[in-house]
């Protein structure tokens, strides 16, 4: 005869969850709810009156060019931010998973970064490249090129960019770093003894095996650069020169808080929210299966 064991039910898992549940109702379902209610919305900028129209909102939005290429140029951003941080954090875990002397010293310097704010980041590089006091503006007129992302929109795209990338390299750096750290050292080793060279180790060893940690970090810098960066460019930018630098996120906050069209802001809200969740499903659900384990 089989015995079957009950354990008395206790409530202190429900406590121990309940602080997380309520931070993600308050600051995350909540407010998705009030924009999703909100995009239906035309609303007074001073809150005397609203009337409920729909989707108007969003047939505006789809009908205007200029949030088109907004929406191009954000997918243009996230591509070479991800593209970019996801790239040289790679090459720098590859370098400091070495055995080198002071390796945890280049570790954590590395990590650093990570603690800085996004203003506070931005703030950095607009001080190195300011065209009249920065060191990294003044190294470039020494070789010729004229810098000025305040008046080249191409230039200012280009700031953000590494700006935003360089924000997230210490975080994809722990992530590259910790997968290379498991992989067994006597795979690296037999390839050494077979006599290939570090690249040749580095690109088809190492790399296959951090595959999932890639796509991992692929989801997460997408979503960064869609949502994130908001402080970056505020700092860098201010969206300009003439709207070069303007990311969906960025005219959420310049049409809802500077030309204080709420309904129109939440819609684009709504919009985005959409995109990312949607980003999300399909890279589970269709790259995942290309990824090697």
Do not use: C
């Not at 995009?39 to 088109?68: K, Q, T």
């Amino acid at each position: 005869m089989i015995k079957r064991v009950h354990f008395p039910s206790s409530p202190l898992p429900y406590l121990l969850v309940a602080p997380q549940i309520a931070i993600t109702i308050v600051f995350f379902i909540w407010p998705a709810g009030q924009a999703m209610y909100q995009s239906f919305l035309i609303e007074d900028a001073f809150g005397f009156g609203r009337e409920f129209v729909w989707f108007e909102n969003f047939e505006i939005l789809f009908e205007d060019p200029l949030y088109a290429d907004v929406f191009i140029r954000t997918i243009f951003f996230s591509v070479m931010v991800a593209a970019l941080s996801m790239f040289l954090s790679l090459i720098l875990a590859g370098f400091a998973d070495r055995v080198v002397k002071g390796a945890t010293i280049y570790r954590t310097l590395l990590i650093w970064p990570y603690a800085v704010a996004p203003v506070l980041a931005g703030a950095l590089w607009v001080f190195m490249f300011n065209p009249s006091v920065g060191i990294i503006a003044y190294w470039l007129d020494l070789i010729g090129v004229d810098w000025n992302h305040f008046l080249n929109g191409g230039q200012a795209m280009a700031l953000i960019v590494f700006a935003a990338s360089w924000k997230q390299i210490a975080y994809n750096f722990l992530f590259y770093l910790a997968a290379m750290q498991a992989i067994p050292k006597s795979m690296i080793e037999a390839a050494a003894i077979d006599g290939a060279g570090p690249a040749k180790r580095f690109w088809t060893i190492i790399f296959p095996l951090v595959s999932p940690t890639t796509f991992f970090l692929l989801v997460i810098n997408i979503v960064y650069a869609f949502f994130d960066t908001f402080g970056i460019i505020h700092a860098v930018t201010e969206g300009g020169p003439a709207g070069s630098t303007v990311t969906l996120v960025y005219k959420v906050y310049s049409d809802g808080f500077i030309g204080l069209d709420l309904g129109g802001s939440a819609a684009q809200s709504v919009i985005l929210m959409a995109m990312v969740i949607g980003l999300t499903v399909i890279q589970f659900r269709y790259v995942e299966r290309r990824v090697d384990y």
